[in-house]
């Protein structure tokens, strides 16, 4: 794959607020075929589906998520439920990394109970040579822009990925 990570752009955040906080559940209309819920998938087994992010901030981003509309990793999973969801996390992750360049492998859950409630686990490979102040959460805030990459060479580097899997 080519190594140089596409610019970034500016990202209408407010748009992509009303969004995930009017539509439908994003990872349940995924699931369901929905579409303007368009995904490049992953992986997926009985209980977890992975698939890059529509908006990603860093090559590679993708997210993992339970099949199941549960919203807490603290009080919706019990402790097997949360392992699995884990290893498919690692298992994934290790396969991006190898597919894209890869300092340091970002690994978290966001959310809210107002927007993209669904449970999912964001993976998020952080390139090297990407200036100190500019890692961490700066480099995963949409605000400070998203990746300019069309849906072919999403669906490239999904095909990639898998091949990792
Ligand atoms: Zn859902």
């Given amino acids: 794959m080519n190594s140089r990570p596409p610019a970034k752009v500016p990202f209408d955040v407010a748009q992509y607020a009303r969004r995930s906080r009017e539509g439908p559940c994003f990872v349940c209309a995924i699931q369901a075929g929905h579409p303007d819920y368009q995904h490049h998938g992953l992986y997926e087994d009985a209980d977890t589906i992975a698939f890059l992010a529509r908006y990603p901030t860093l090559l590679g981003?993708?997210?993992?998520?339970?099949?199941?509309?549960?919203?807490?990793?603290?009080?919706?999973l019990d402790e097997s439920?949360?392992?699995?969801?884990?290893?498919?996390?690692?298992?994934v992750a290790r396969a991006?990394?190898?597919?894209?360049?890869?300092?340091r492998m970002y690994s978290l859950s966001l959310g809210s109970q107002q927007g993209n409630a669904h449970l999912h686990w964001h993976i998020a490979p952080l390139p090297p040579g990407v200036p100190y102040e500019q890692q961490q959460?700066?480099?995963l805030?949409?605000?400070?822009?998203?990746?300019?990459?069309?849906?072919?060479?999403?669906?490239?580097?999904?095909?990639?990925?898998?091949?990792?899997?």
């Fill in 96 to 103: 991006v990394a190898v597919t894209v360049p890869t300092e």
């Fill in 137 to 139: 959460f700066h480099a």
């Fill in 141 to 165: 805030m949409a605000e400070n822009g998203v990746l300019d990459i069309d849906d072919q060479a999403q669906e490239d580097l999904a095909k990639a990925i898998r091949s990792q899997l």
């Fill in 81 to 91: 439920q949360y392992l699995a969801l884990q290893a498919v996390v690692r298992r």
């Fill in 61 to 76: 981003h993708c997210l993992v998520a339970p099949r199941r509309h549960v919203e807490s990793w603290l009080n919706d």
